[in-house]
């Protein structure tokens, strides 16, 4: 009988041959139970508190007046971190120690810069927000761990989605009211860059960067369809007609789903072509994709969504199927439960679409059919 290893070797000479990966492959290593790494990962949280309630006590009691000796030491620890890191790679105890002292460095950073220069106004400032997402992207280049980079690029794109927000609602009485309307422009990007990502999989995986681009699509996602909720969430129809100071702003929950609507036609397309559909079929995906989208737009949440769910089918990745039927359940209930919608609107536009996928699959089944007949 065959044996994994010779089953792997198989595996990876065919992926070699279409040029999907290159080298040779990895031994397999046993894998540490999930319980142990568990308990090591609360070891090293324990040990880091502990260590950070002394060193961070000391810190603020001997340099509460000095911003710039916070801010030092907030780059020593990151940099303490980022050795350790790589030092002691794939232990779970250490790793997590390491997580906590770069995480606690980052506040202590931050916050001695903000203090050193202006402090609480700075969080008005676009300029503060967009450094903070280049100091995370620095920190998602130099730091190797996954863990840790995923969280870096979700600080990149926290960041990012405030400074670009600051400034592009300068003046706004209620600027963080007004979230949705950068949001409805950032979330749509990111889900694009997130396609392009899954469909380009295979060339990443031949040039070597597939793995170190992996933890900011995972951020990605996570992002997107947080952002997607709040726009969907925040949108007033009414301040059109009755706040002339927001109204400007409300309306961007269109803009988004029309957005989302797009990427997800795009995505459609790509896939029939892969999968060598009809053109009938084709053109019946496309229809239907875009009257979804159409009939949804009051609801871009739902509309990413089921962009993001078409996205995990693609990459057979469990983690990203759990998180987009998550979002889609949420942005149905969010988007049902929302006030400022009448019920017969929002029972048409979700029977409508929901008559809009079954026909799909009905298109889909019957082609599947004809050509397996």
């Keep these: 009988m065959t044996s994994d290893r010779q089953v792997v070797q198989r595996l990876w000479q065919d992926l070699a041959a279409r040029g999907l990966v290159q080298g ?3 031994a397999a290593q046993g894998r540490t139970p999930w319980a142990v790494r568990l308990l090591m990962g609360l070891a090293g949280w324990l040990g880091a508190v502990f260590f950070l309630a002394f060193l961070l006590g000391s810190v603020f009691v001997a340099a509460r007046d000095n911003a710039t000796a916070m801010a030092l030491c907030g780059a020593a620890m990151i940099a303490l971190a980022a050795v350790l890191y790589r030092r002691r790679a794939a232990a779970t105890a250490l790793e997590q120690f390491a997580l906590a002292v770069s995480l606690s460095g980052q506040g202590l950073l931050v916050y001695g810069a903000s203090q050193a220069y202006g402090g609480s106004r700075l969080l008005e400032s676009a300029a503060f927000w967009g450094a903070l997402a280049l100091l995370e992207a620095v920190l998602y280049v130099l730091v190797s761990n996954r ?37 409805g422009w950032l979330a749509p990007l990111a889900m694009t860059l997130l396609t392009g990502f899954v469909l380009a999989q295979g060339r990443l995986c031949a040039a070597g960067l597939h793995n170190w681009i992996e933890p900011a699509a995972d951020a990605t996602l996570l992002f997107a369809l947080g952002a997607a909720l709040v726009v969907t969430g ?57 009257l979804f989208s159409a009939l949804l737009a009051g609801a871009p949440a739902v509309v990413a969504a089921a962009l993001a769910l ?64």
């Design 310 to 373: 078409g996205l995990a089918l693609r990459r057979s990745s469990l983690p990203w199927l759990g998180l987009a039927v998550a979002a889609l359940g949420s942005g149905f209930i969010w988007y049902y439960s929302a006030l400022h919608w009448t019920l017969l609107i929002k029972s048409a536009t979700l029977a409508g679409a929901g008559i809009a996928v079954l026909l799909l699959r009905m298109a889909l089944r019957r082609d599947g059919a004809r050509r397996q007949g």
């Design 24 to 26: 040779q492959p990895q």
């Design 147 to 183: 863990l840790h980079r995923f969280l870096a690029a979700l600080g990149v794109w926290t960041g990012v989605a405030l400074a670009l927000h600051l400034a592009m609602t300068p003046g706004l009485r209620h600027v963080w009211q007004a979230m949705s309307f950068s949001l």
């Design 234 to 290: 925040l949108s007033q129809p009414q301040a059109l007609l009755f706040e002339a100071s927001t109204g400007r702003h409300a309306g961007n929950y269109w803009m988004a789903g029309a957005l989302f609507g797009l990427v997800l036609a795009a995505f459609v397309l790509a896939e029939a072509s892969r999968l060598q559909l009809s053109p009938a079929v084709r053109g019946t995906a496309l229809v239907g994709a875009a």
